[in-house]
């Protein structure tokens, strides 16, 4: 269970993409990216600000409160809160660990929108794996090779695509 401040930082995430919503760009999103996901229509700027604002009244979390805001973020299948999850985890790749893959590889799982597991793999993985040295890099390599014989098609074009330049 998430701390009440984690959660109320959620729900505000949550209640300003609700606000930034364009029914319009909710149908462009659908028709980009699919059925299997909700969209609530706000822009990736929208998105950015957001954040931007919420971090601003919830200054100097720590790991474990950027990771369990992802997570709450990631429960909900919107593809702008989870997009959100993405943004939030690039922007504190600082503070992630070798140990995070294991939850970034359960968002993977269950990101439903390819191009959500891409912009993780890209955005996220990929520069986690190259601060990584010694040992650590020894346990992101061994995640990272049983990804690519994985029978989920979204896990192998992770693993590709986080590996690239690695």
């Not at 929208?46 to 931007?52: D, K, M, V």
């Not at 650590?136 to 690239?164: C, K, M, N």
């Amino acid at each position: 269970m998430a701390a009440p401040r984690i959660r109320e930082a959620c729900d505000l995430v949550d209640e300003a993409l609700q606000y930034e919503s364009s029914w319009r760009r909710a149908e462009e999103h659908r028709a980009m990216f699919g059925e299997g996901t909700a969209y609530y229509g706000a822009s990736v700027g929208a998105i950015r600000a957001t954040l931007r604002d919420t971090l601003r009244r919830f200054p100097d979390l720590t790991h474990d409160e950027i990771t369990a805001l992802s997570s709450l973020l990631w429960e909900v299948d919107v593809y702008e809160r989870r997009l959100a999850a993405v943004i939030l985890l690039q922007s504190h790749l600082d503070v992630l660990v070798v140990t995070d893959l294991t939850r970034l590889e359960g968002f993977l799982r269950s990101s439903g929108v390819d191009e959500l597991g891409l912009a993780l793999a890209r955005d996220v993985i990929r520069p986690l794996l190259h601060s990584l040295a010694d040992r650590d890099r020894s346990r992101a390599d061994t995640v990272i090779a049983r990804w690519t014989e994985s029978e989920d098609l979204l896990l192998r074009r992770a693993a590709q695509t986080a590996a690239y330049d690695s």
